[in-house]
């Protein structure tokens, strides 16, 4: 139970209690700041807690986003504050530095003061605001937009805020926010329209985001499995059931906006769990393909190799500039002069091929036309949006004159994945002539994977894997800070990822393909988990963890080693033991990272690619 501490005399006829009741709060009165000092001390420590001025006037979603919100320590409106545990320190130091200036007299005795309210009003709330930000403390405050939130100075104010809030429909703004600010153009105009109704159904039963999120994955492995079928009617279910699964995977989303269930757990959920859908997907098609006597698990893994250097690219990027100075180029103002055109915006949002559009034409495809045909479409599609997104991210490195931060070469770092190989190495080869960070990975993964094409499994193979440490250490032997080194981790994944696949293809056996895939799905887990608590400001995974799988310089000279070294049968076996391995190391941390850790939820509003 949260407690919310209402202040200054109760206003007749207002409903202020009752909508701080229905959104989960016990409410207690308190005539001053020295009764509100008191009744704050009186709260359980781990309890979120609210002071409202009972003079507000506002509309209930307006006090639901002020004061609900579990993203934010400390939060606030015009007339209400709240603090989470985490906040509660600040709180109680500005509610006492204010009793003490204003005498912990009520309205009308403290000292005059500058009034933040709207209308100029003296309200305690928003004078400990101002002192929380006057310590340097973060206030969140949301966008309210038409929604009202104030503490009228008289009669005639109140009745004008009365009048403005039965003016605005709350339920229907609360159902648009629920949407993402930014999405693609299948998932506004095909998906948006109808999922907020069912988020609105789930909330008003009591489901969670996290369960949505679940019957999300459990849809999709089920279109999986109609897809391995290799019948027309399974892959017409299957198309059928992907779609479904789109729409609660929208649908989990909007409703954690539409009723502020955020947590760390479902943000885990709801980033990893999509990436697990799409390649679950790929396996099942690949599956009922070769019950129909044709091969494409080399399509397959392809297609999940090119989706997630795409991922890394755009979190690479992102990362590089998350807190750069002279942060603009001529490619940047162009884009945004483009966003004044409105068709220009939704051409360019579809271009990218986003998991909407991506998945839609995943599932006519797969209904209409072949596993093969399917995978054709999408390597061609995710090429093109890779280079279009690419090219247009080296051009605004290339033009703008951003000095990058230590942060932002860290996570870079932590983004390339090293292993106790280029570890050991670094200190011998830093400082050594010139530093192309881009060139030597470039050049390491293109020698693997082309040593890999050219002589299969053999110790030549073994040889391009050891230049291929030797110019990954070079890559990483200084800090991250070049206008293009945010290139390194997506060269790295490509390196590594090919690698797999060619020399999978090249054993010619039954099996190892598969195997391969499995071992790509695992490791690129890993990656992805490495990228969001990055984006949850909860750091790389520990240091012993990239030790333990190899980190990608040290798997992809094992994988060379072991097709050097074995048959080919023995190879596939080789590889999906390790592909196990990894699953089982990574997945466990993972989970505990993610279910006890306490990282802060990543709350995403654009449509991932």
Known sequence: MSTAILTGQPVPGSSLEGDLRSLGFDVRHAADAAGTETLLAAVPAQERVAVVDARFVGHPHALRLGLTDPRFPLAAVPG????????????????????????????????????????????????????????????????????????????????????????????????????????????????????????????????????????????????????????????????????ASFVLDCTDGQLARYSLQYSTLGAWLDATFDRAKEYAYYAGLALGAARGGDDVWALALGAMILQTCRHVVDFSFNEANHDATANTSPTAALSGKLDSVGWTVWVRRMIVLPIGERWAMIAVLTAVTTPRITFYALLIGCAFAATYTTAGR????????????????????????????????????????????????????????????????????????GLYVLLSTEAVSRPLKGALDWLVPPIFRAGEYLTVLVLAAESDVNGALPAAFGLVAAVAYHHYDTVYRIRGNAGAPPAWLARAIGGQDGRTLLVAVLAALLTAAQFTVALTALAVAVALVVLVESIRFWVSSGAPAVHDEGEPA
Not at 151 to 164: C, G, K
Not at 227 to 234: K, M
Not at 433 to 440: C, D, E, I
Request: hydrophobic residues 45%; glycine residues 10%; contains cysteine.
């Open 394 to 465: 080296v051009l605004r490195s290339l033009t703008r004159k951003a000095k990058r931060t230590d942060r932002a070469a860290r996570a870079l770092s932590d983004l390339a994945d090293n292993g106790p190989l280029v570890e050991a190495l670094v200190p011998v080869l830093k400082g050594r002539g010139p530093h192309l960070a881009p060139l030597s990975a470039a050049g390491g993964a293109a020698a693997m994977v082309a040593g890999a094409w050219a002589f299969g499994p053999s110790w030549w193979v073994v040889l391009m894997a």
């Open 80 to 243: 209400a504050l709240t603090a989470q545990p985490a906040g509660r320190a600040a709180l109680t130091r500005a509610l006492a530095r204010e009793t003490a200036e204003s005498g912990g007299t009520a309205h009308g005795g403290a000292t005059t003061r500058a009034k933040q309210s709207v209308g100029d009003v003296d309200s305690l709330a928003d004078r400990v605001v101002g002192v929380l930000v006057a310590d340097g403390d973060e206030v969140h405050r949301p966008e309210l937009g038409s929604l009202v939130a104030e503490v009228p100075a008289d009669p005639q104010t109140r009745n004008e805020a009365r009048q403005a809030v039965a003016a605005v429909d709350d339920e229907a703004v609360r159902l648009k926010s629920a949407v993402k600010a930014r999405d693609g153009f299948f998932t506004t105009f095909f998906i948006s329209p109808y999922s907020r109704y069912i988020a609105r159904w789930c909330a008003r039963r009591g489901l969670t985001p996290n369960q949505v999120t679940t019957a999300s994955l459990i849809t999709a492995l089920i279109a999986a499995g109609c897809a391995a079928t290799g019948t027309r009617p399974g892959f017409v279910a299957a198309g059928v059931l992907l779609i």
